[in-house]
T-cell receptor, first 112, second 114 residues
Framework: GENVEQHPSTLSVQEGDSAVIKCTYS??????FPWYKQELGKRPQLIID?????GEKKDQRIAVTLNKTAKHFSLHITETQPEDSAVYFC???????????FGSGTRLSIRP | EAGVAQSPRYKIIEKRQSVAFWCNPI?????LYWYQQILGQGPKLLIQ????????DSQLPKDRFSAERLKGVDSTLKIQPAKLEDSAVYLC????????????FGQGTRLTVV
C-alpha cells in the first residue's frame, strides 16, 4: 500500500555535528519528496524538497538525497544549531491522486 | 501572500457532540487537503480536493466525518458524532496544483474530545 517509513523516531546530536534522517517509500511512481519541520505547537513548514529527476539537492546546511532504485531518500543537516531542534517529517507524493503521504516523524534534539 | 487560514484554533467538546472546522486556502490554490495529526504522529491524510471535487477520501471515516469544498475555495470538515479518539490537531493545507508543488499548512485546529 501507500506508505512512508521514517527512522529514527528520535535523534540527539551534539551541537555542530551532523544529523541524518532516512525514509523509504513504496510507490515507484512517486515523483516529489518534501521535508517539513514542525516546532512545538506550530504548523509543519517546508524546509527542502526534491523531485524525482534529480538525485541530490542542497540549501545551505540542509541537503536531501534520493535513490529512486532503492526508493530511499534522506535529509542531512550539517553544523547543527539549537534552533534545529524540532520534529522533522518526510513525505512522498504518490502518483495515484497526487496525494502527499507523511512519515511518522523524527524528533531531533541538539545538545549544547 | 496570505497563508492558509483555519478556525477555530481550539475546540473542546464532549463525546457524541458535533464539531465543524473551517479552512480558507491560499488564493488560487486548486488543491486542498485535510490532515489529522494525533499527538506524536505524522499527519494522516483524511481527504483531498481538486477544486470542488474529491480526489481521495480513502482514509476518511465516512460514518462520522464529512467534508465539502463548495465553489472550490473554502472548505469545512465536520465530525458527527465525535469520539474520544478524534482528539487531534486537524490541519488544512493547500497547493497550487496536485503535482510537484509545495503544500502550505494552516495553523491547525486542536480538538479535544472529553
Amino acid at each position: 500500500g501507500e506508505n512512508v517509513e521514517q527512522h529514527p523516531s528520535t535523534l540527539s546530536v551534539q551541537e555542530g555535528d551532523s544529523a541524518v534522517i532516512k525514509c523509504t517509500y513504496s510507490d515507484s511512481a512517486s515523483n516529489y519528496f518534501p521535508w517539513y519541520k514542525q516546532e512545538l505547537g506550530k504548523r509543519p513548514q517546508l524546509i527542502i524538497d526534491i523531485r524525482s529527476n534529480v538525485g541530490e539537492k542542497k540549501d545551505q546546511r540542509i541537503a536531501v538525497t534520493l535513490n529512486k532504485t532503492a526508493k530511499h531518500f534522506s535529509l542531512h543537516i550539517t553544523e547543527t544549531q539549537p534552533e534545529d531542534s524540532a520534529v522533522y517529517f518526510c513525505a512522498a507524493r504518490y502518483s495515484s491522486a497526487s496525494k502527499i503521504i507523511f512519515g511518522s516523524g523524527t524528533r531531533l534534539s541538539i545538545r549544547p | 501572500e496570505a497563508g492558509v487560514a483555519q478556525s477555530p484554533r481550539y475546540k473542546i467538546i464532549e463525546k457524541r457532540q458535533s464539531v465543524a472546522f473551517w479552512c480558507n486556502p491560499i488564493s488560487g490554490h486548486a488543491t486542498l487537503y485535510w490532515y489529522q495529526q494525533i499527538l506524536g504522529q505524522g499527519p494522516k491524510l483524511l481527504i483531498q480536493f481538486q477544486n470542488n471535487g474529491v480526489v481521495d477520501d480513502s482514509q476518511l471515516p465516512k460514518d462520522r466525518f464529512s467534508a465539502e469544498r463548495l465553489k472550490g475555495v473554502d472548505s469545512t470538515l465536520k465530525i458527527q458524532p465525535a469520539k474520544l479518539e478524534d482528539s487531534a490537531v486537524y490541519l488544512c493545507a493547500s497547493s497550487l496544483t496536485g503535482h510537484t508543488t509545495e503544500a502550505f499548512f494552516g495553523q491547525g485546529t486542536r480538538l479535544t474530545v472529553v
